[in-house]
């Protein structure tokens, strides 16, 4: 499922709001009752129901790239958009270039994804930096 601005959601699991954002079933651990200073950071916690239901506001998408990977979509679309009109000494010269960055790009391509977004559910809540795989498309 892709999560995109605008589009409808619905929350997977029940949702404790303690310091951050966290499914129910986990435990609740150090940061949540506590700031690094050791101090109260509050007198309770707020639990979102499964099944809320509300609006995609921002996606945040978290996977960083190495200079190999910018390199290989900057010549992979060099390739794809003028390969057709390059001499063929400078094409094979691109491609082999290109094939020395391919396992930079699949390792990059294998790491997970790490997706945030910000959702107003429509009892007005917002719930921001959320982890997307807490919420199904509509």
């Known amino acids: 499922?892709?999560?995109?601005?605008?589009?409808?959601?619905?929350?997977?699991?029940?949702?404790?709001?303690?310091?951050?954002?966290?499914?129910?079933?986990?435990?609740?651990?150090?940061?949540?009752?506590?700031?690094?200073?050791?101090?109260?950071?509050?007198?309770?916690?707020?639990?979102?129901?499964?099944?809320?239901?509300?609006?995609?506001?921002?996606?945040?998408?978290?996977?960083?790239?190495?200079?190999e990977v910018r390199e290989y979509e900057r010549l992979k679309s060099l390739l794809d958009d003028f390969g057709h009109q390059m001499p063929p000494g400078s094409r094979q010269q691109l491609e082999e270039q290109i094939g020395s960055l391919e396992p930079a790009w699949t390792a990059y391509r294998e790491r997970k994804l790490r997706l945030t977004v910000r959702v107003r559910f429509d009892n007005g809540f917002a719930l921001d930096d959320a982890p997307g795989d807490l919420f199904t498309s509509l």
């Not at 619905?10 to 404790?16: I, K, S």
């Not at 639990?47 to 978290?62: F, K, N, Q, S, W």
């Open 1 to 67: 499922m892709t999560l995109t601005v605008g589009r409808r959601v619905r929350l997977t699991a029940d949702v404790r709001l303690a310091g951050r954002v966290v499914p129910a079933a986990e435990p609740l651990g150090e940061t949540d009752t506590e700031t690094d200073s050791g101090a109260d950071t509050g007198a309770g916690f707020l639990v979102l129901a499964a099944g809320v239901e509300g609006t995609v506001e921002r996606v945040d998408e978290d996977r960083p790239q190495s200079h």
